[in-house]
């Protein structure tokens, strides 16, 4: 099978050739560390390509590029303020978040949001969809509307505003949500068929708001935008770190395709998950990222991505990846022999499956 048809095959709840395999590989200091770059260059499409290649993904994220001529507003030589206004300090190329300068209501009224339609942001996925379309299952990411709007506002001020001006809230979260969704139909458009809505609603240990909040607050623009978009005939990946245990019947009933990454270290467990969602919702990842692959031993490691085939694979519904990304702090070796790892146990003509932990 080629990579587009062993996902939509899994998507189904099938069991294609081989298992998927798929990860976020993003960040430019991981990309340069896999094709043993020492120099701090720019890394181009070319060199992202190589690299999630290299790893042997059948699905790959391209992501939107800034509109022409496009410069981020600085608050200062190493703080930068985006069109979305967030601002964010900018450390070795990586820019991290610092705070958001959208604060009231009058705030929001003199705010132009972003234009989708500005010209250029659509540039790389063209250009790879045209080199690549035919070997790769290419998605493209959304964004996160609830992620997007408290950094915009800042943390505090957001969880505030829904207690004391719901409105405001309300009103930022559906202008987000339109321009999502017009994202989403851009990307449809250009041949897209996997769109990833990023959103983190919890960290390690639980949701970062309460469950009646989410329902109230976050929970109908997410709905909207899997319902749109999967009209227009897109598949719908929903990326969300974090333990979001007590939110899964919600999340599930959205009609999102397919859930990532599983997080391990937030005890989202991928046998109860897979048990109680896996005839809905294809699952992602789930091999710890954090402690286990920059700093475990290749035995422990093998381990897991053996007890990961065991529990998801039968099937079909499981990609397999690591419970986050293939971030910076995971040496290139490691990366590198996760997949060549995996490899080994996902044909599922030749290996039996449940015999793997054994």
Not at 102 to 111: H, P, V, Y
Not at 174 to 203: H, P, Q, S, Y
Not at 225 to 231: A, D, G, H, P, R
């Amino acid at each position: 099978m080629k990579p587009r048809e062993r996902i939509i095959t899994t998507l189904y709840h099938e069991e294609p050739d081989k298992v998927p395999f798929f990860d976020f590989l993003y960040n430019e200091i991981s990309i340069r560390k896999l094709l043993g770059e020492t120099k701090r260059i720019r890394v181009t499409s070319e060199m992202y390509m190589k690299a999630q290649l290299m790893l042997g993904f059948d699905h790959v994220v391209i992501f939107f590029d800034p509109p022409e001529g496009y410069k981020p507003a600085r608050a200062s030589n190493d703080i930068i303020v985006s069109a979305s206004g967030t601002k964010s300090r900018v450390i070795d190329d990586m820019a991290w978040y610092i705070g958001g300068t959208i604060k009231t209501s009058e705030d929001l009224d003199n705010w132009q949001p972003p234009d989708p339609y500005a010209p250029g942001r659509t540039r790389t996925i063209r250009r790879l969809l045209k080199k690549y379309g035919e070997e790769i299952a290419f998605g493209t990411s959304i964004g996160g509307v609830f992620t997007d709007a408290w950094m915009m506002t800042g943390f505090d001020v957001f969880v505030k505003a829904m207690y004391t001006n719901p409105s405001f809230i309300h009103r930022l979260m559906d202008i987000l949500t339109k321009n999502a969704v017009e994202l989403g139909k851009i990307a449809i458009d250009e041949g897209i068929e996997f769109l990833w809505i990023a959103d983190d609603f919890g960290d390690n240990h639980g949701p970062m708001v309460t469950p009646d909040k989410f329902r109230r607050f976050i929970l109908p623009y997410l709905k909207r935008q899997v319902e749109i978009l999967k009209k227009r005939g897109a598949w719908v990946f929903l990326h969300c770190d974090g333990n979001v245990n007590i939110l899964m019947d919600d999340i599930v009933n959205t009609g999102i395709d397919a859930f990532h990454p599983c997080e391990r270290k937030a005890r989202m467990n991928l046998a109860v998950i897979k048990q109680k969602y896996g005839d809905k919702i294809t699952l992602f990842g789930n091999v710890e990222a954090s402690n286990l692959i920059p700093f475990g031993s290749y035995k422990e490691i093998d381990k897991q991505i053996r007890e990961c085939f065991n529990i998801a694979a039968p099937g079909g519904g499981y990609i397999f990846g690591s419970d986050h990304s293939i971030h910076p702090g995971i040496p290139p070796e490691k990366a590198r022999f996760l997949f060549n790892q995996a490899q080994k146990y996902r044909e599922y003509s030749k290996v039996s499956i449940k015999s793997l932990a054994e």
